[in-house]
């Protein structure tokens, strides 16, 4: 890789791909939510089904043994009746194929394969994937963090709790959406001035690692799935853009280097993510005054974590922003808000991203419809699929990337928060509840799976307290089983 903007293309793909829990492998096709737990951090993994992940063809099922001579249990035919096969065969499509399982490419029978026996970091030494869990920031004085196990059925359970003395990001604007993120297995929380670590173990329960690291005017923490690091956004009268290292597990996290960036009117809040091939992030700030000139860093980083350059544009007709997303259909900037140049209210907006990752313009392609209320949380599931958003109708809204998105899940809640724990299924948190919802082999929603009150759990606002679920997070817990 060279300094500066890094193409990471195909070469991403192969090294760093993993399935919807943190580490496991993967290929291409669908995508998750996932992030490794051994090297890398993120919101988005690739998957595909087994069937197309195979270097050859399928095998030949059309004869049984009955007129072929094949023996059930046997390479190439038939499984036995219980879905098994003989000594180092799988059973694939009924079929019997070779057991490839720890090559690091996910074959024939594997939902998975990250190429080690190594539990907890998403794909199980037997290559299947391992129970998800989702961690949250559900704010409040004090901060209560909660974990929640998703099994493949999409059922949700409640695990674990914790809570630390102080009150999170200042809920201005989006600001408390960038207040959590995770590197391998420990959550980062920004708690005012302070990044508090905390070791999330295999059942999804919480032990406190770090609460030293001050960085004053923090604004929010982010991290991809490709980096051992984390970055950070701070402003104490000069906005500046820091990497934060750690030991290679992740704790005792510390500012590893610090970019001042100038910006026109200082920063209230930020929103920050990560070009899904390239070594480029987005810093969507907005500016202390509230004026109608959001501001947007494009970062770019190289090989070794060195941070800049970094291009500050300004987009002169979004005022209010909810969300932002780097996408794949085609490579694009999501953004979601209030545009004021068309007087919208409930909007998003598309802005092009050339091959280097820079923005095409500053003035974003935008939709406004105002019945949906505002859009929220936005993913993208399938890279050749529609994009999904959160909406506060409450709805889910999805796009194929032209004209106006389809209204389909009922979810309730204002704030929409939209994750991937496997292939199959979409997260969505709002300030009442979490919800899964079944997504089809293009990444298009079909019914809700499961869902959990969060009074129910003790974690609904509080008096005095409307933002009650903030951001969150998904890592593997193998050892939660079941909701």
Excluded: K
């Excluded at 695990?159 to 102080?166: D, E, K, M, N, S």
């Excluded at 809040?269 to 959001?294: G, I, K, M, R, T």
């Excluded at 947007?296 to 922003?321: C, K, Q, R, W, Y």
């Amino acid at each position: 890789m060279r300094h500066g903007m890094i193409v990471v293309g195909l070469m991403m793909g192969a090294c760093f791909a993993d399935p919807p829990a943190d580490g496991g492998g993967s290929a291409s096709g669908t995508t998750s939510d996932a992030e490794t737990s051994t090297s890398s951090t993120g919101d988005s993994t690739e998957t595909t089904d087994a069937a197309s992940s195979s270097s050859g063809l399928l095998p030949d099922t059309s004869s049984s043994s009955s007129t072929t001579g094949c023996e059930d249990g046997e390479l190439d035919c038939p499984c036995f009746p219980n879905g098994t096969c003989g000594a180092d065969l799988v059973c694939a499509v009924e079929t019997c194929v070779p057991n490839q399982c720890g090559n690091g490419m996910p074959n024939l029978g594997e939902e998975c394969d990250d190429g080690n026996p190594i539990p907890g970091d998403g794909c199980a030494a037997d290559c299947t994937y391992e129970t998800q869990c989702f961690v949250g920031n559900f704010g409040g004085n004090p901060i209560r963090l909660a974990s929640f196990a998703i099994d493949r059925a999409g059922n949700i359970g409640h695990r674990a709790t914790t809570t630390t003395v102080g009150e999170s990001l200042p809920p201005q604007s989006f600001s408390d959406e960038t207040s959590v993120t995770r590197r391998g297995r420990f959550v980062y929380l920004a708690n005012d001035d302070t990044i508090e670590s905390f070791e999330v173990g295999l059942d999804g329960t919480f032990t406190t690692t770090s609460t030293d690291l001050q960085i004053e005017g923090l604004l929010g923490l982010a991290t991809d799935r490709r980096l051992p690091w984390v970055l950070a956004a701070s402003d104490n009268g000069q906005f500046a853009l820091r990497r934060i290292e750690g030991a290679p597990n992740g704790a005792n996290p510390e500012v590893a280097e610090t970019l001042d960036v100038s910006l026109s009117n200082g920063s209230n809040a930020v929103l920050l993510d990560f070009h899904p091939q390239l070594s480029v992030a987005y810093v969507l700030v907005e500016p202390a005054d509230f004026a109608n000139n959001v501001e947007i860093v494009t970062l770019e980083f190289n090989a070794a974590g060195d941070l800049g350059p970094a291009h500050v544009e300004v987009l002169s007709n979004i005022g209010f922003v909810r969300g932002m997303r780097a996408v794949e259909q085609p490579s694009q900037l999501l953004l979601t808000g209030t545009f004021y140049a068309l007087d919208g209210n409930g909007c998003f907006g598309r802005i092009g991203l050339l091959g280097n990752g820079r923005l095409t313009g500053v003035e974003p392609d935008a939709n406004c419809m105002s019945p949906w209320g505002g859009y929220v949380g936005i993913i993208q599931p399938n890279p050749a699929g529609p994009v999904l958003f959160g909406t506060t109708a409450p709805r889910i809204a999805e796009w194929d990337g032209e004209g106006d998105p389809v209204n389909t899940v009922q979810t309730t809640g204002a704030r929409h928060f939209l994750r991937q724990p496997w292939p199959d299924t979409l997260l969505v948190a709002s300030d009442s509840q979490l919800l899964t919802v079944g997504l089809d082999g293009d990444g298009a929603t079909t019914r809700v799976l499961d869902s959990v009150a969060l009074e129910s759990e003790e974690l609904a606002p509080e008096d005095g307290n409307n933002a009650a679920f903030q951001a969150g997070v998904m890592l593997p817990c193998p050892d939660a089983t079941g909701p």
